[in-house]
């Protein structure tokens, strides 16, 4: 059974920075696509960044516009862990964070792709 557990959400006022962190079970994690999405209140849950393997086994990223130069995403396959680094953050970057995960080596931008899920983290920026 997949079990994909976020943590390190919280408050933190505008301009700070979190560290996200997901902790995968039940998968090869090494052999996942792992992204964050998130959802603030009223809107649909949107992609954030992902991290994909290529076939030479080298990890790449994909940033959504509104995160590049902010976030950060990576790994440790070893830890079977994703984290999520955010910095210089922004009131409308207050949701809830998810943690997903989909087997296979293509990036995926859209939720519908990815059928493993965490709980979510809140993280709220203050103005």
């Known amino acids: 059974q997949v079990q994909l557990v976020e943590s390190g959400g919280g408050l933190v006022q505008a301009g700070g920075s979190l560290s996200l962190s997901c902790e995968a079970t039940g998968l090869t994690f090494g052999a996942h696509v792992m992204a964050w999405f998130r959802q603030a209140p009223g809107k649909e849950r949107e992609f954030v960044a992902a991290?994909?393997?290529?076939?030479?086994?080298?990890?790449?990223?994909y940033y959504a516009d509104s995160v590049k130069g902010r976030f950060t995403i990576s790994r440790n396959n070893a830890k079977n862990t994703l984290y999520l680094q955010m910095n210089s953050l922004r009131p409308e970057d207050t949701a809830i964070y998810y943690c997903?995960?989909?087997?296979?080596?293509?990036?995926?931008?859209?939720?519908?792709?990815?059928?493993?899920w965490g709980q979510g983290t809140q993280v709220t920026v203050s103005s």
């Open positions: 997903a995960a989909t087997r296979g080596s293509s990036v995926e931008v859209r939720r519908g792709e990815y059928p493993y």
């Open positions: 991290n994909a393997r290529s076939i030479t086994w080298t990890y790449r990223t």
